[in-house]
Nanobody, 128 residues
Framework: QVQLVESGGGLVQAGGSLRLSCAAS????????MGWFRQLPGKEREFVAA???????VYADSAKGRFTISRDNAKNTVYLQMNRLKPEDTAVYYC??????????????????????WGQGAQVTVSS
């Protein structure tokens, strides 16, 4: 069982930056693949970025060049650094954790169904 707790959300002006953190419980964090998703009310959860246990990363087109996902296994934490924020980045952001099935590609981690555990979410609001 893994528990995930997001922090670092808030209100920021367009063009600003925020860093989200996701702290994980348990002693096997380094073996998990981690992802960030976001969701607006009434809409499906949208992939933002993922990082594998071996630190391979993949990003949604909307996040490329502006967002950076990273992990610190010593702190059991995954981060999402978000720069040059836009009003359309406004959403609840969720982190997620999943174990690796054999033989999957990095794109496997774009799908919400690939993850086993989810945090409670952190609100990010970008004002224009």
């Amino acid at each position: 069982q893994v528990q995930l707790v997001e922090s670092g959300g808030g209100l920021v002006q367009a063009g600003g930056s925020l860093r989200l953190s996701c702290a994980a419980s348990g002693r096997t964090f380094s073996s998990y693949n981690m992802g960030w998703f976001r969701q607006l009310p009434g809409k499906e959860r949208e992939f933002v970025a993922a990082i594998t246990w071996s630190a391979i990363t993949v990003y949604a087109d909307s996040a490329k060049g502006r967002f950076t996902i990273s992990r610190d296994n010593a702190k059991n934490t995954v981060y999402l650094q978000m720069n040059r924020l836009k009003p359309e980045d406004t959403a609840v952001y969720y982190c997620a954790a999943g174990r690796s099935p054999l033989g999957v590609s990095i794109n496997f981690w774009r799908g919400p169904a690939s993850y086993d555990y989810w945090g409670q979410g952190a609100q990010v609001t970008v004002s224009s």
